[in-house]
């Protein structure tokens, strides 16, 4: 009997051990173009149509003025149940160090934060990942953000 516990035991820690081995650490892949696409005849997959906020642009970088210590990131998007917005280091291989800055789950009023981020430095990425109210799809954009200094006047 003693020895059936111990098999027992032994292939539910290779059950466990499989099922953590299945999680993906990866940087998430870029978000496709899925207009045409339907799931199974469900509604449409997540999209995002566009992104923006309250600063400047400049370079494809969105420029934080010193003194400026909040923004708005406001989301168009379809099919949407959920946006995360996260912000990450400048680099490769940044996405697993992420910090989640802000979320939306009600999209009647728009999808948009508002952000106090107090005097952080940026060179940075916002990252808007989307989930899709088909509980399957998600779709991500992400923004340069920079804090103006002295050289870029």
Known sequence: MRK???V???L???????ACNNVDEKEPVESVDVSTVQSDGKEYQAQILKVDTDLEV?????MVPKGVNR???SVEAENVETILFWISETGTG???????IGYDIDGNDGWS????FG?????DHITVQALGSDFETQARETLNVHSVDQTDK
């Open 4 to 6: 059936n516990s111990m």
């Open 119 to 123: 005097d952080r430095i940026f060179h």
């Open 58 to 62: 400049k370079d494809g970088w969105h």
């Open 8 to 10: 027992v035991f032994f």
């Open 12 to 18: 539910l820690i290779i059950l466990i051990l499989s």
């Open 113 to 116: 934060i508002e952000w106090e």
């Open 94 to 100: 940044t996405w697993a160090e992420r910090t989640l």
């Open 71 to 73: 923004m708005t990131i």
